[in-house]
């Protein structure tokens, strides 16, 4: 029974720790509590035989849960077992109590906690009395210790922390605290049982138990066991397991101190009456049991050591993150702090953006105002700077245009004149290579020598011309080249243009753009003075040429010219004229004569041929003839006397030629206006003064002037001989500042001799009219100046006086224009003589002394002799042609040039 009483009493025990029971509370339930209470003996032998003197053999591993570590070796953290100087679980189970606990479980038995604790049987040493429920433990070292312990047992259950604490004690180490050495007893046997055993059965088992076991008490111990100074609890040697938790029991320990003590001293077996009540039916020890429940609570202690371990890990885990957790509070605390700190800065520097943010918004719109006003101002400039530039290029465009265009237009009519000039040059010169030819055939003996001179000088002059024709090509290509550069330029202007739209954006394009155009317009302008300048030179050279090819032709040249009948003569009435050569050179005229019975009564009729410069006929016009008076035009331009005089019978077309609207006279001044214009690029200006005057009777009078001072008013002739000047006082002197001057000069002329007049068209018949137009020339460039005069005469009606029937008043006037026009012929016939220094009738008359200037060695004469086609003037058309080839055969010498060189 006993045997299956404490197999119950294990299982029970072990079902509780199962159930996570706190072992230590339910051995002390179970055993302490109830049986030492209830029992109220003092188990014999306790307080000796427990306790050995000696402390050296063995050692006792013991866990207490309520106890902080503090011995001489103690358990790291991590669950290491350390040394205790702590006795076994007895001394642990009193260190709990406290005084006060053990003062009231000394007046009454507790069943649970403390109490139990102190109703559990006393050891021999606090020699309990039997039938006492309790007895205080007394006072030991380790109660001071107990309570002075921070983590003791009460604490750790109020703190619910800490509580399994593992503690080991080794078994023969010597605890300070006991003051005694702790000496490992056999393993002793739980006595709890489950409630309901009769306390005979609970006491005969432990009875049992603690007779197995046994405490050396050192009271009563051997002397020689027992250490002077200090108390020793010696507990035999235990065979396997040395380790013992401070869990168990400690009243159950209390309570089989005698059974243990009994163990631990195996000779004193039996000699040692078991300590055990009347109820103990334990006869003999149970072997097998014993190992049974020595491996139980080999496991038991195990498992509890590894829980133990477990726990400690956790608690030092739980100390860890408590103090993490305080750390991470405070560093929570701090950053909330830091939080708040920053908050404040956040919301301040918040307050600092969105003002610097309204203050760049302030910044951005009045940044923005500015440039507006400066983009707005910028544009006007720009716009201002673009219209400036485009007006500039504008004006540039078309100056340089204009220039252009007169540029070329003077050199295309320079050329025209040129081409025609020299083309007419050519015809003359070959005419008067014929004209030459066909009198060296007629003089054979006389002119051989003249027609070989002749010769020389028409190849001279041909290679004048071959060399004027090669300046002229030399000019043409200039002229070309001008052109070119004209297109250039005007293809410049085109890419300027495209380059100006392109440009408008900027003004600095703009201006290298106008820099280009202003350097190709200077290389335009130095090649145009090169080219102006090359043409002043053959201006010269031309000019010279000219008056060469004029003097070849003769300084006195005569041309006949025929007028058409007209509408009211009968053709019955014209006269046989002939042209010979009139499809080649047209010099020649043949005019049938009239009848002339001889003595022997035979009637016939004589071809009367004459040659002249040139024969105009019927069908020749104004514009043929001034054609070829044009090259002395020029002359008088160039600084030459010029006197070009119509001579004729009444009515043979003097005044058609001479006066008409395109006479001779218009047409002349029309050219010199023209010419003189062209030669305004090469430097030359030229003045224009006209004088119209008329020889009337031996007297001058001013056609210019007033018709009421006609016959009336005397005007002087005089001449300067230095200049070869001839200048008429009184006179009207009109400045040609255009071509159409001439026409009202004509028609003021025209209306003058009208009134003056008594019949139609009569003052005109019987006065010579002078046109003198005066060519004042300077050329800024080179300074040169000239003066040439050109008169353009229109003389009286040359009919005989026998024929015309005059008298009185006309008869005057007949006489006196046969005066004059004889006066003429010898002036003409004088200079031909060729006589160096001999004497020139001009004074024998008004006319002849009026164009001294113009008649001789300086001046160059053109006589139109002009004829009627009437029958009824054949005699009179005749002695005109005999006359007009007495001045043809004429030599005049070398005319000179009027000029001078500005100093
Ligand atoms: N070449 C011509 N073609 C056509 N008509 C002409 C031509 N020449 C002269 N006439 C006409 O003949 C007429 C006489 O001409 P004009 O008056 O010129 O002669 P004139 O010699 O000047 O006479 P006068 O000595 O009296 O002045 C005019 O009516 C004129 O129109």
């Avoid at 002359?635 to 001479?658: E, R």
């Avoid at 031909?832 to 004469?861: A, C, V």
Wanted: proline share 4%; charged share 25%; hydrophobic share 30%.
């Amino acid at each position: 029974m006993a045997t299956t009483d404490e197999c119950c009493t294990l299982q029970m025990e072990s079902r509780l720790n199962s159930k996570s029971r706190i072992p230590q509370a339910g051995l002390t339930e179970m055993n302490s509590a109830k049986t030492n209470s209830r029992s109220g003996l003092k188990p014999p032998g306790f307080a000796t035989a427990g306790l050995k003197p000696s402390a050296t053999s063995k050692t006792s591993t013991t866990t207490n849960r309520h106890h902080q570590p503090s011995a001489s070796t103690s358990k790291i953290p991590n669950g290491a077992p350390r040394a205790h100087s702590r006795t076994n679980s007895f001394s642990s189970s009193v260190s709990t109590r406290t005084t006060q606990s053990r003062a009231t479980s000394a007046s009454s038995s507790q069943t649970v906690g403390t109490g139990s604790r102190a109703a559990r049987p006393q050891t021999s040493m606090t020699q309990r009395k039997p039938g006492a429920t309790s007895i205080a433990r007394p006072h030991t070292s380790l109660d001071t210790h107990e309570e002075e312990s921070p983590n003791s047992v009460l604490g750790k259950r109020k703190g619910m922390q800490n509580s399994l604490k593992p503690y080991q004690v080794t078994p023969g180490s010597y605890d300070k605290h006991l003051n005694c050495t702790i000496q490992w007893t056999p393993p002793f046997i739980p006595s709890s049982t489950p409630d309901g055993l009769p306390p005979q059965r609970r006491d005969a088992s432990i009875s049992t138990l603690m007779s197995k076991l046994s405490l050396s008490d050192p009271v009563t111990a051997p002397e020689d066991q027992v250490k002077p100074a200090k108390k020793t609890c010696k507990i035999p040697s235990r065979p396997k397991s040395t380790r013992l938790p401070l869990r168990q029991t400690k009243s159950t320990q209390l309570a089989h101190s005698p059974s243990r003590r009994k163990l631990g001293s195996p000779q004193k077996k039996e000699s040692v009456t078991p300590f055990l009540t009347k109820y103990s039916q334990i006869k003999a020890w149970d072997e097998t049991r014993f190992q049974d429940f020595e491996s139980f609570t080999s496991n038991f202690f195990e498992k509890f050591t590894q829980v133990s371990q477990n726990s400690d890990v956790m608690k030092d885990a739980v100390n860890i993150y408590k103090s993490r957790v305080d750390e991470l509070e405070r560093n929570r605390d701090e950053l909330l702090t830091t939080n708040c700190s920053l908050r404040i800065e956040v919301e301040s520097m918040k307050n600092k953006v969105s003002t610097a943010e309204e203050a760049v918004k302030i910044a951005e719109t009045e940044h923005e105002i500015a440039m507006d006003e400066y983009e707005q101002r910028l544009r006007i400039e720009t716009d201002t700077v673009r219209e400036e530039s485009q007006k500039q290029l504008q004006l540039l465009i078309s100056q340089h245009q204009n220039e252009i265009e007169d540029l070329r237009l003077r050199h295309q009519r320079e050329l025209d004149d040129e081409r025609t000039t020299y083309q007419r040059e050519l015809g003359q010169v070959n005419s008067q290579n014929a004209l030459e030819t066909q009198k060296v055939h007629l003089e054979v003996a006389n002119k051989d020598r003249q027609i070989e001179s002749l010769q020389r000088d028409l190849r001279a002059a041909l290679d004048d011309i071959e060399a004027e024709k090669s300046k002229n090509r030399e000019l043409r290509g200039h002229l070309g080249t001008a052109s070119n550069n004209t297109l250039t330029l005007e293809s410049s202007i085109r890419a300027l243009k495209a380059r100006i739209e392109f440009l408008e954006s900027g003004s600095q394009e703009q201006s290298q753009a106008f820099e280009r155009l202003q350097k190709q317009l200077e290389d335009a302008l130095a090649e145009t003075n090169e080219a102006k300048e090359k043409l002043r030179k053959e201006e010269t050279l031309r000019r010279k040429l000219h008056n060469q090819v004029q003097e070849l032709k003769g300084n006195i040249r005569v041309f006949c010219r025929v007028r058409p009948p007209l509408a009211s003569e009968p053709e019955s009435d014209i006269a046989q004229i002939a042209f010979p050569d009139d499809a080649e050179d047209c010099k020649e005229i043949a005019i049938m004569g009239p009848e002339e019975r001889s003595s022997l009564g035979t009637v016939s009729r004589k071809n009367n041929a004459f040659s002249f410069d040139r024969v105009f006929g019927p069908s020749n016009q104004n514009a043929d003839v001034f054609e070829e008076i044009s090259q002395l035009v020029q002359s008088a331009l160039d600084g030459y006397n010029v006197c070009i005089f119509c001579y004729g019978q009444t009515g043979s077309g003097k005044t058609h030629t001479m006066s008409s609207a395109d006479g001779m006279i218009p047409r002349a001044v029309h050219q010199i206006y023209d010419t003189a214009k062209s030669l305004e690029e090469k430097g030359w200006t030229y003045t224009m003064e006209g004088n119209f005057v008329e020889v009337y009777n031996e007297n001058l009078n001013d056609l210019l002037g007033k018709a009421d001072d006609l016959d009336k008013k005397r005007h002087e002739i005089r001449h300067d001989m230095q200049r070869c000047k001839t200048t008429i006082t009184d006179v009207t002197t009109v400045t040609l500042d255009s071509p159409e001057m001439v026409e009202s000069i004509l028609k003021r002329a025209a209306a003058n001799r009208s009134v003056a007049a008594t019949k139609a068209n009569e003052r005109s018949s019987r006065s010579h009219s002078v046109f003198i137009l005066r060519l004042l020339g300077h050329n800024t460039i080179t300074g040169e100046r000239c003066e040439g005069t050109l008169n353009l005469v229109d003389l009286a009606g040359s009919e005989r006086l026998s024929h015309s029937g005059a008298t009185g008043e006309r008869l005057k006037e007949t006489q006196n224009i046969n005066r004059s026009l004889s006066c003429l012929g010898d002036v003409i016939g004088a200079l031909g003589s060729g006589k160096e220094g001999g004497h020139i009738p001009y004074r024998n008359s008004k006319l002849t002394y009026l164009l001294q200037f113009s008649l001789g060695g300086n001046s160059k004469t053109l006589m139109f002799v002009m004829v009627s086609p009437l029958q009824a003037h054949l005699g009179e058309t005749l002695t005109s042609l005999k006359f007009a080839t007495k001045v043809h055969n004429t030599h005049i010498g070398t005319a000179k040039r009027v000029s001078k060189i500005q100093n």
